[in-house]
C-alpha cells in the first residue's frame, strides 16, 4: 500500500542542538517534497521544496536531504530555539500515475530553553 | 499583505444546516485550493481552481461545491452540514501550474467547523 510517515511521537530536544525530522514513505514516484512549518491553530507555511534529483536543499538554519533509494526526506535544523517549536508537516508530490500531493501527520517539535 | 484570508475563523452548525466559507488572496495567484485537516489523517484536498471561474474536485468532494466567480475569491459552500464535516479547513493558493503545485502554498488561517 501506499503510505507517507512521519515521526508520530513528539520531539524534544535542548535549545542549541540539531533537531532532525523524519519523513519515509512507500510506493510512490516523487517527483519532488516539501515541507512546511504549522503553529497550534494557524495554517502551514512553506519552508522548503526539494526535488527527486537533488540530495540536499538549504535555508538558512534549515536543511532538507532526499534519498529516493532509502524512500527517506530528512528536515534538519540546526541551532534550534524555542521559536522553532511548531509541527512539520512532509508533502510528497506523487508523479506516477496517480498524481497528487500527499500529506504526511507532522511531528510535533519542542525546543527547550 | 494580507496573503489569504478565511472567513469565518469559527462556526457551529447544526446538521442539516447550509454555510459558506470564503476565502480571498490577494497574492494574484492561479491556483486555489480548499483541504480540510482532521486529527491522524493528513490534509486532504476537497476542490480545487486553475483559474477564474474553473473549479475541479479533489480527493473528497463528496458533500461539498464551490465556486470562483472572481480570480481572488475561493468559495466553498456546504449544502447540508454532517456531523462527518466537524474539521478544520484551510485555503490554500499558488501561482504554479499543474494538477497540483510544483512550488510552494500559501495557506490562510483556518476554518474551524463545528457539525452538531
Known amino acids: 500500500s501506499q503510505k507517507i510517515e512521519q515521526n508520530s511521537e513528539a520531539l524534544n530536544i535542548q535549545e542549541g542542538k540539531t533537531a532532525t525530522l523524519t519523513c519515509n514513505y512507500t510506493n510512490y514516484s516523487p517527483a519532488y517534497l516539501q515541507w512546511y512549518r504549522q503553529d497550534p491553530g494557524r495554517g502551514p507555511v512553506f519552508l522548503l521544496l526539494i526535488r527527486e534529483n537533488e540530495k540536499e536543499k538549504r535555508k538558512e538554519r534549515l536543511k532538507v536531504t532526499f534519498d529516493t533509494t532509502l524512500k527517506q526526506s530528512l528536515f534538519h535544523i540546526t541551532a534550534s530555539q524555542p521559536a522553532d517549536s511548531a509541527t512539520y508537516l512532509c508533502?510528497?508530490?506523487?508523479?506516477?500515475?496517480?498524481?497528487?500531493?500527499?500529506w504526511g501527520l507532522g511531528t510535533s517539535l519542542a525546543v527547550n530553553p | 499583505n494580507a496573503g489569504v484570508t478565511q472567513t469565518p475563523k469559527f462556526r457551529v452548525l447544526k446538521t442539516g444546516q447550509s454555510m459558506t466559507l470564503l476565502c480571498a488572496q490577494d497574492m494574484n495567484h492561479e491556483y486555489m485550493y480548499w483541504y480540510r485537516q482532521d486529527p491522524g489523517m493528513g490534509l486532504r484536498l476537497i476542490h480545487y481552481?486553475?483559474?477564474?471561474?474553473?473549479?475541479a474536485k479533489g480527493e473528497v468532494p463528496d458533500g461539498y461545491n464551490v465556486s470562483r466567480l472572481k480570480k481572488q475569491n475561493f468559495l466553498l459552500g456546504l449544502e447540508s452540514a454532517a456531523p462527518s464535516q466537524t474539521s478544520v479547513y484551510f485555503c490554500?493558493?499558488?501561482?504554479?501550474?499543474?494538477?497540483?503545485?510544483?512550488?510552494?502554498?500559501?495557506f490562510g488561517e483556518g476554518s474551524r467547523l463545528t457539525v452538531l
Open positions: 481552481s486553475v483559474g477564474e471561474g474553473t473549479t
Open positions: 508533502a510528497l508530490y506523487n508523479a506516477g500515475n496517480n498524481r497528487k500531493l500527499i
Open positions: 490554500a493558493s499558488s501561482n504554479h501550474p499543474g494538477l497540483h503545485p510544483t512550488g510552494e502554498l500559501f
